[in-house]
């Protein structure tokens, strides 16, 4: 049974940093790509970042190019999410997600989830 599990949210000021982690494990993920997405209230879920398990190759959503960085640990089986200089519509659930193949800017093709870590940014 494949299990993400996010940590590392919580309450931070604007200009601030979040280190989000995202254990992942019940199956092999050297074949696999893996999302951050986030979702605020009352508005749809969206990409943040994504990166190939295998090739380390990244891709990020305009609104935090630059400020956000995805990584990943193979020895940990783990992906991160580096935020800095956070801005108060970074405020959202964040979740981890895993789909099989290439990484992928919508949402609806990953089939792994995490349950979410808050994030907010207060001014």
């Known amino acids: 049974q494949v299990q993400l599990v996010e940590s590392g949210g919580g309450l931070v000021q604007v200009g601030g940093s979040l280190r989000l982690s995202c254990a992942a494990s019940g199956r092999t993920f050297s074949n696999c790509a893996m999302g951050w997405f986030r979702q605020a209230p009352e508005k749809e879920r969206e990409f943040v970042a994504a990166?190939?398990?295998?090739?380390?190759?990244?891709y990020y959503a305009d609104s935090v190019k630059g400020r956000f960085t995805i990584s990943r640990d193979n020895a940990k089986n783990t992906v991160f999410l580096q935020m800095n200089s956070l801005k108060p519509e970074d405020t959202a659930v964040y979740y981890c997600a895993g789909r099989p193949g290439i990484m992928q800017s919508g949402w609806t093709s990953y089939i792994y989830w995490g349950q979410g870590t808050q994030v907010t940014v207060s001014s």
């Open positions: 990166i190939n398990w295998s090739s380390g190759s990244t």
